[in-house]
C-alpha cells in the first residue's frame, strides 16, 4: 500500500470512528412539557393586576406562567413592573413533586411556592403570593409539535 491510499484510509477510518463516536454520545432528548398553567386572576381580576399594594414599591404582575415537564422539573416565567420602570421578564427553573392535589416546586434557592388544585380536572390551580395576594392559573394545552 502507497503511503498516499494508506493515509486515504487512515482518514476515512478516523472519520468514521468520529461519525459513529459521535452517535454514542449524543445527548438526551430534552424533557416533555406535560402542563402548563398560565396567570387568569389577581385577587379576581385579570391581569396585569397589581400585588403587594401595601409594599412601598408599586408592583403591577402582567404575566405569570408554569410549565411542567416530565422529568420532575418545572420552568416558571413572569412579566412584573416595579413602579413606572419597564416591565421585566423572571424566569426561573427547579424540581417539583406532585403531592395529591398540590404541586411543590423548589428552585435553586431552596425557595418553595405551592400549586393548589381547584378542581378534580387540573384546569386551574392558584397559589397565594408571599405578600398575600391570590393568583388563580389556568391550565393551558401543550402544542404537540409533530
Request: charged share 25%; net charge negative; with cysteine.
Amino acid at each position: 500500500m502507497t503511503g498516499s491510499r494508506a493515509t486515504d484510509l487512515l482518514g476515512l477510518a478516523l472519520c468514521l470512528a468520529a461519525a459513529v463516536g459521535c452517535d454514542a454520545f449524543q445527548e438526551p432528548d430534552p424533557p416533555n412539557i406535560v402542563v402548563v398553567y398560565l396567570l387568569d386572576r389577581v385577587n379576581g381580576d385579570p391581569p396585569p393586576s397589581p400585588v403587594c399594594e401595601d409594599d412601598a414599591v408599586d408592583q403591577l404582575l402582567h404575566s405569570e406562567s408554569f410549565a411542567l415537564h416530565d422529568d420532575q422539573r418545572y420552568g416558571r416565567s413572569q412579566v412584573i413592573q416595579l413602579d413606572d420602570n419597564t416591565p421585566v421578564e423572571q424566569q426561573e427553573h427547579g424540581d417539583y413533586e406532585d403531592q395529591d392535589s398540590v404541586f411543590v416546586l423548589v428552585n435553586a434557592d431552596a425557595d418553595t411556592v405551592r400549586l393548589v388544585l381547584l378542581d378534580d380536572d387540573g384546569e386551574y390551580v392558584r397559589r397565594i403570593h408571599p405578600c398575600g395576594d391570590t393568583l388563580r392559573y389556568e391550565f393551558t394545552p401543550v402544542l404537540d409539535e409533530d
